[in-house]
């Protein structure tokens, strides 16, 4: 089970920065070596046009939705956009009905009315009245806790999804919602409670933490945003925090530099995910220089 691992708080990291999406967006720490600086990436191979993987954060602050004019430029050029997930209407119903409880199940009977309790008061403060709680697994109730209360919805990769179908551009995704939501959805029933009970007792020092890892986002500070990801791995079940970082990062990571290669090989792709898949050596950058691509920092 949890324990005393801050699962609430890896959890906020993962929901900013990895940017998956339904209703809102959907973090986990990673090994600190590797690039420390930059946001957007020319990846290039001989034989192909250059394509550019851009890192993202959930966020509709208007500093972050307002690209830079290096992002600007990256973005107009290419051919194509491929996101972590394609945000149509399919995948947002898919990604929704994930988050319920079936066969007549209820959130109270799962995790005790005092917990409920917490947690309904909490989600009222987001919009999301009880009789919609009720019914949420307990690690999508945990998911919804750990998010900034939205006011425009209008969320980076909201942003991007939205420009490249006005610009006519194919858009692609590197993982399905199914994939995404397996995450949460393949932890053991009691690992899911302890999330939630972690993120009731945590959601008061969310503004905080999100602040700090926004202004390290701004300053294209990626090793600031890995060491906030350290420090919320420093305590707790070590064993289970890695496996939940394994299955977050590691695992996704492969499988997004190999779905994403045929688009780079191709050349004249716009990569977005979320800023902390990266860095590291288990990292997208890494990884895909492994694969003999030349990756380099865009000023």
């Given at each position: 089970?949890?324990?005393?691992?801050?699962?609430?708080?890896?959890?906020?990291?993962?929901?900013?920065?990895?940017?998956?999406?339904?209703?809102?967006?959907?973090?986990?720490?990673?090994?600190?070596?590797?690039?420390?600086?930059?946001?957007?990436?020319?990846?290039?191979?001989?034989?192909?046009?250059?394509?550019?993987?851009?890192?993202t954060i959930h966020s509709e602050d208007a500093g972050v939705?307002?690209?830079?004019?290096?992002?600007?430029?990256?973005?107009t050029r290419c051919r194509r956009v491929i996101l972590e997930?394609?945000?149509?209407?399919?995948?947002?119903?898919?990604?929704?009905?994930?988050?319920?409880?079936?066969?007549?199940?209820?959130?109270?009977?799962?995790?005790?009315?005092?917990?409920?309790e917490q947690a309904a008061a909490a989600l009222r403060t987001?919009?999301?009245?009880?009789?919609?709680?009720?019914?949420?697994?307990?690690?999508?109730?945990?998911?919804?806790?750990?998010?900034?209360?939205?006011?425009?919805?209008?969320?980076?990769?909201?942003?991007?999804?939205?420009?490249?179908?006005?610009?006519?551009?194919?858009?692609?995704?590197?993982?399905?919602?199914?994939?995404?939501?397996?995450?949460?959805?393949?932890?053991?029933?009691?690992?899911?409670?302890?999330?939630?009970?972690?993120?009731?007792?945590?959601?008061?020092?969310?503004?905080?933490?999100?602040?700090?890892?926004?202004?390290?986002?701004?300053?294209?500070?990626?090793?600031?945003?890995?060491?906030?990801?350290?420090?919320?791995?420093?305590?707790?079940?070590?064993?289970?925090?890695?496996?939940?970082?394994?299955?977050?990062?590691?695992?996704?990571?492969?499988?997004?530099?190999?779905?994403?290669?045929?688009?780079?090989?191709?050349?004249?792709?716009?990569?977005?995910?979320?800023?902390?898949?990266?860095?590291?050596?288990?990292?997208?950058?890494?990884?895909?220089?492994?694969?003999?691509?030349?990756?380099?920092?865009?000023?």
């Amino acid at each position: 089970m949890v324990g005393a691992v801050s699962f609430g708080r890896i959890l906020r990291l993962y929901l900013v920065c990895l940017g998956m999406l339904f209703s809102q967006t959907l973090n986990a720490a990673l090994p600190s070596s590797g690039p420390a600086h930059g946001l957007l990436w020319e990846i290039s191979s001989p034989g192909s046009s250059p394509s550019y993987l851009f890192g993202t954060i959930h966020s509709e602050d208007a500093g972050v939705i307002s690209l830079a004019p290096a992002v600007e430029r990256a973005f107009t050029r290419c051919r194509r956009v491929i996101l972590e997930v394609k945000l149509d209407t399919d995948a947002l119903v898919a990604g929704s009905t994930a988050m319920l409880l079936t066969e007549g199940r209820r959130l109270s009977e799962i995790v005790g009315k005092s917990l409920f309790e917490q947690a309904a008061a909490a989600l009222r403060t987001r919009g999301i009245p009880d009789a919609v709680t009720e019914h949420m697994k307990p690690w999508a109730a945990a998911t919804a806790l750990s998010m900034p209360v939205p006011e425009t919805g209008r969320v980076l990769d909201v942003v991007l999804f939205q420009r490249a179908q006005q610009a006519g551009k194919p858009l692609h995704g590197l993982e399905t919602i199914a994939e995404q939501l397996e995450v949460f959805d393949g932890l053991p029933l009691e690992d899911q409670v302890g999330l939630l009970r972690d993120a009731v007792e945590q959601v008061a020092g969310l503004d905080a933490m999100l602040d700090e890892l926004l202004a390290a986002y701004k300053r294209q500070d990626l090793a600031a945003m890995v060491a906030i990801n350290e420090a919320a791995m420093a305590t707790g079940d070590q064993r289970l925090a890695g496996e939940f970082q394994r299955r977050l990062i590691v695992d996704r990571n492969h499988r997004m530099a190999e779905r994403m290669e045929p688009w780079l090989q191709q050349g004249g792709a716009f990569v977005a995910v979320g800023a902390l898949h990266l860095p590291g050596e288990q990292g997208l950058l890494r990884l895909l220089e492994q694969r003999g691509y030349s990756v380099r920092a865009v000023k």
